[in-house]
């Protein structure tokens, strides 16, 4: 069965350093989004990317992070100067259609822990 | 501000019983989900409701969608200890764009 993938598992890191998170979506999948999940708290949408453009951005994805498709495979998440609050876990997702057009449902990763020290 | 309020926060059971989880909000949702997530692991997708009052049945799960499209409950038969896990609903935001999560109902059953 296709499944979303992504590396690292897991990522320590120092404050101010930048990091890479890394998603393959499934395959015939056209929306790709990013969550993360602060430890204890709910899901929290980050970003919607949609041919090769942000579809939307929550408040929490400020000029901090930025996301990119390099390839026809992967999807990824930047961080450019990692601050101790964004210790949490980032989940990719991806879905066929959005999710309020004909209730398109998001698969998601297993999530990269990040750890910022 | 589209909210997704989920009740019990907490629920603590022996094998075998039955319980209910209920996922509600102020707002009309075009649809809802219900994920499964495991600890350090992604959500699982269980079920998706679209139909105002429709109730959708995987194995011994129960899932219902409120005639006004919004609420909806989770219900679960004869629970087993392998049930144990978060249970998150979530809906698309208005745009229909994104995703919108609730807290999660932290299930544990215990044998």
């Known amino acids: 069965e296709p499944e979303v993938t992504q590396t690292p598992s897991h990522q320590v890191t120092q404050m101010g350093q930048e990091v890479i998170l890394r998603c393959v979506p499934i395959?015939?999948?056209?929306?790709f989004y990013w969550y993360r999940q602060i430890l204890g708290q709910k899901v929290e949408f980050l970003v919607s990317f949609y041919n090769n453009e942000i579809s939307e951005k929550s408040e929490i994805f400020d000029d901090q992070f930025s996301v990119e498709r390099p390839d026809g495979s992967n999807f990824t998440l930047k961080i450019r100067s990692t601050k101790l609050e964004d210790s949490a876990m980032y989940f990719c997702?991806?879905?066929?259609?959005?999710?309020?057009?004909?209730?398109?449902?998001?698969?998601f990763g297993p999530g990269t822990r990040l750890t910022v020290l | 501000t589209q909210l997704l309020e989920q009740s019990p926060q907490f629920l603590s059971i022996q094998e075998g019983e039955n319980l209910t989880v209920y996922c509600n909000s102020s707002?009309?949702?075009?649809?809802l989900q219900w994920y499964r997530q495991e600890p350090g692991e992604g959500p699982v997708l269980l079920v998706t409701v679209v139909t105002g009052g429709e109730v959708k049945k995987l194995k011994r799960l129960t899932f219902q969608f409120g005639d006004a499209r919004k609420d909806s409950s989770l219900h679960i038969t004869a629970a087993q200890p392998g049930d144990t896990g978060l249970y998150l609903c979530a809906g698309p935001n208005q745009a229909g764009t994104a995703l919108i999560f609730g807290k999660g109902t932290t299930l544990s059953v215990s044998s």
């Open positions: 997702a991806s879905s066929v259609g959005f999710p309020g057009r004909s209730y398109n449902e998001q698969f």
């Open positions: 395959s015939n999948h056209l929306y």
């Open positions: 707002s009309v949702f075009s649809s």
